[in-house]
């Protein structure tokens, strides 16, 4: 009977246990860009066009760790506290590769993109990176 309840109680920790760091953390492709986070809480995001510039419209290529889900993408002005005119679209390719589109940085400024993730126990991330456009 007890080892029953412990092999249940076990199981029942297993899920707590990996998302606490019990994973490897994750290799992201060579090619994928810029990597944010750590261990297995890590994205890599590449823009195109490549270079992005005023008023041209954007998208990004994003790989996340498996077991993550990315959500939301969005981007806001810090010093002017607004964000953008338009909310991207967020399209999933498989194998932890998304594609958010629609984006468009509509001044020159120090921009804050953010990327919210979901990890495979349910719990809420945010990462973010400074971009400046001149």
Do not use: I
Not at 33 to 59: H, K
Not at 119 to 133: I, K, N, P, S, Y
């Amino acid at each position: 009977m007890k080892a029953a309840l412990a092999v249940l109680v076990a199981l029942a920790l297993l899920p707590l246990v990996l998302a606490a760091g019990g994973a490897v953390a994750c290799t992201l492709p060579p090619d994928a860009g810029s990597v944010l986070g750590e261990g297995t809480l890590r994205l890599a995001w590449r823009a195109a066009p490549p270079t992005l510039a005023v008023a041209r419209p954007f998208a990004l290529h994003v790989s996340t760790c498996p077991g993550l889900r990315l959500v939301r993408v969005d981007a806001t002005m810090p010093e002017h506290r607004h964000g953008m005119n338009y909310r991207p679209s967020l399209h999933a390719d498989g194998d932890g590769r998304w594609r958010a589109e629609g984006l468009l940085w509509h001044m020159a400024g120090r921009w804050e993109l953010r990327f919210d993730l979901v990890d495979a126990a349910g719990a809420q991330h945010v990462l973010r990176q400074t971009v400046e456009l001149r």
